[in-house]
């Protein structure tokens, strides 16, 4: 028997497909396609109202308005975060619950790579410093706290497979859609200061990190996952070794009672549950630094190329990227709605975010925002712009951050059999009634 799929589905699962059976595209010699009558009724129907701009709506477009669910996982100290793994636990956010400058520790996302320590006492912890040092170290976080300065910032952290729901042919991996970022506030020691405490050798060249967490496989001594940082990075006096949250202790989830905080790079590199720094002489080759994990190719490929891994190189600095947090997609305005409000945070890793430009007509044109400066380096920055509607019906609200360097967020995929980077636009559904 023939499984009949609604829109949503078939959209999710064949966006190609999708776009031919609902709109009728019919490629012209300048390879925009147009849409056909009973196509655009079929979709102004299912949305409920007319599209003003379809003319410029790309071919293979999800519209926005498919493109997010909502659900909420229940977790001891966080509060409306979506479930996408059990075992272990991860966890993201919906985009208009990070709408807080400093995103509160309830709603920071969990990403684990193993099994959280069943118990962990701050008052015993400690911390080993060794390898590439003249003087190992076994540190208390009194001792942290005691003998280095305590200082807080606001950090953006992201995973580096956010948004990895979104590639075809599908990526292996958590299907994080938008929410595996967060920028609370945390409060440590500079690395760097710790570092040069140890007495760091000219020798040294990568950190090595590793976790109590455990292997999912419960073997004794297998690691979880164990990355680091080039010494350069490690020296950078905003990766921290941090205790503090938001003003408090670290969530559970999110690694108490110590983690490191390396922003800007691949969250994987900010271990959880800290309890040893390896200093080594070359580049690290613990547990999810080794073949294709957290590396992309080295060079654009087709999506379904398969890559050799020697082709791979280690993920660093995150690309830029925005997010919309206000209105909330699918959100429905009155009839005689002409404007609205519309913010929300970008980001750039290493670098900053110098212009923020929003879209309401399918990118035919696009409007600058208002873009804030960041508190200190490594927090994202706010943005918040009016857009005007010439009419009622669907509009979908483009939004694309440009950085220090010049790059902007791109509309389609840079596709990576890992899923990794994705720093595509992000896009939210407006309808406004007749």
Same mark, same amino acid.
């Given at each position: ?8 589905? +078939? ?10 059976? @609902? ?12 849409l056909?009558?009973a ?7 299912y ?14 477009l ?7 669910? +909502?659900?909420?996982?229940k ?15 991860n ?35 400690? +911390?080993?410093?060794?390898?590439e040092?003249?003087r190992?170290?076994? +540190?208390?976080?009194?001792?942290l ?5 305590? @200082? ?9 497979g956010? %948004?990895? %729901? ?29 570092l040069?405490a ?39 006096p905003y ?7 938001? =003003?408090?202790?670290?969530?559970p989830?999110? =690694? ?22 390896w ?24 999506? %379904? ?25 699918n959100?429905?305005?009155?009839? %005689? ?23 309401i ?16 380096p490594y ?16 509009y ?17 995929i ?9 720093n595509?636009?992000h896009?939210i ?6």
């Open positions: 028997m023939k499984k009949e799929r609604d829109l949503a589905e +078939l959209y999710q699962d064949d966006p190609q497909r999708a776009d031919y059976e @609902v709109f009728g595209r019919i490629a012209d010699t300048n390879r925009r396609g147009f056909k009558k196509g655009l009724a079929t979709l102004m129907t949305l409920g109202a007319n599209i003003p701009f379809y003319k410029n709506m790309p071919s293979g999800i519209p926005a308005a498919f493109a997010e669910g +909502l659900s909420d996982f977790i001891a100290g966080k509060n409306g975060l979506i479930v996408l793994n059990d075992r272990p636990v966890a993201q956010t919906a985009a208009h619950l990070l709408d807080d400058d400093v995103t509160p520790t309830a709603r920071h996302f969990i990403r684990n790579n193993g099994l959280p320590p069943a118990s962990v006492d701050a008052s015993t912890w400690t +911390l080993d410093i060794d390898g040092v003249e190992p170290m076994k +540190l208390s976080i009194q001792d706290k005691r003998n280095f300065e305590v @200082v807080s910032y606001k950090l953006q952290l992201e995973c580096g956010n %948004g990895r %729901g979104a590639f075809n042919p599908p990526a292996k991996g958590n299907q994080w859609t938008l929410g595996a970022v967060s920028n609370s506030e945390w409060t440590g020691v500079r690395l760097m200061d710790v040069k140890a007495g760091i050798k000219d020798s040294a060249v990568y950190t090595g990190h590793y976790g109590a967490d455990s292997h999912l496989s419960g073997i004794p001594g297998k690691d979880a996952i164990s990355r680091g940082v080039p010494i350069a990075k490690a020296m950078n990766s921290l070794i941090v205790f503090g949250q938001n =003003g408090g202790p670290i969530h989830m999110n =690694g108490a009672p110590l983690r490191l905080l390396i922003p800007g790079w691949p969250g994987s590199c900010s271990q959880k549950w800290l309890n040893r720094i200093v080594r002489d070359k580049v690290h080759d613990g547990t999810k630094m080794t073949g294709t994990a957290y590396r992309v190719p080295e060079y654009n490929v087709a999506p %379904g190329t398969k890559v050799p891994t020697k082709d791979f190189g280690i993920i660093n600095s995150m690309p830029v990227k925005s997010l919309i947090t206000h209105p909330q997609t959100v429905k305005l009155p009839s %005689g709605t002409r404007s609205t409000f519309v913010r929300g945070h970008a980001w750039a890793g290493d670098n900053a975010v110098s212009a923020m430009m929003i879209s007509d399918f990118g035919s044109t696009w409007t600058y925002a208002s873009l804030n400066g960041p508190p200190n927090s994202w920055q706010g943005w918040n712009s009016v857009v005007n509607f010439p009419t009622h019906g669907y979908e609200i483009w939004a694309k951050a440009i950085d220090s360097t010049g790059k902007e967020q791109p509309f389609a840079n596709w990576n059999p890992k899923g990794y980077l994705n595509s636009m896009r559904a407006v309808t406004i009634a007749s």
